[in-house]
């Protein structure tokens, strides 16, 4: 007690040492008052790498995010062609919406031209989406990335 206050310690280190022959045990104890700050702050480094395709980085939260990678756009226009072509049974129905993923696939480099032909494919092909409805974020990608 100092000009009659209390004071208080914290106890960072005991300190204890074994002794040794005709040396005692004894303690070495590190200290600091509890009111002052922490000299001895522990730094932390933490290092993070992060590369490939949808790489993600997410601390502390969730992530709902949806990422559509396209490597070729190509193998997605055949794709779905394919995937028309199995469950379609009407050949002019084919034909004409195979006329429309052509036409995409010739104005992929142009955003809005893909934009317009996807928009007709989702029109004539409305009651195809179960077929179409999942080739559709990659389209738009494409659509969105053209020149």
Do not use: C, W
Request: net charge negative; no cysteine.
């Amino acid at each position: 007690m100092l000009h009659g206050t209390d004071e208080r310690y914290l106890v960072i280190d005991p300190g204890f040492t074994r002794g040794f022959g005709s040396i005692p045990d004894s303690y070495q104890t590190e200290v600091r008052r509890e009111d002052a700050p922490n000299d001895k702050q522990s730094v932390t480094t933490i290092n993070y790498h992060i590369n490939g395709n949808n790489a993600r980085f997410n601390q502390n939260s969730e992530d709902n995010s949806l990422n559509v990678v396209i490597e070729s756009s190509d193998g997605v226009f055949e794709d779905l062609k394919t995937e028309l072509r199995a469950h379609v049974a009407d050949p002019q129905r084919i034909s004409e919406l195979e006329g429309i993923i052509n036409d995409m696939q010739a104005s992929q480099h142009d955003s809005k031209g893909m934009s317009e032909k996807l928009g007709q494919l989702i029109s004539k092909g409305a009651d195809l989406m179960g077929i179409i409805g999942p080739f559709v974020p990659m389209l738009a990608g494409i659509a969105a990335s053209g020149s």
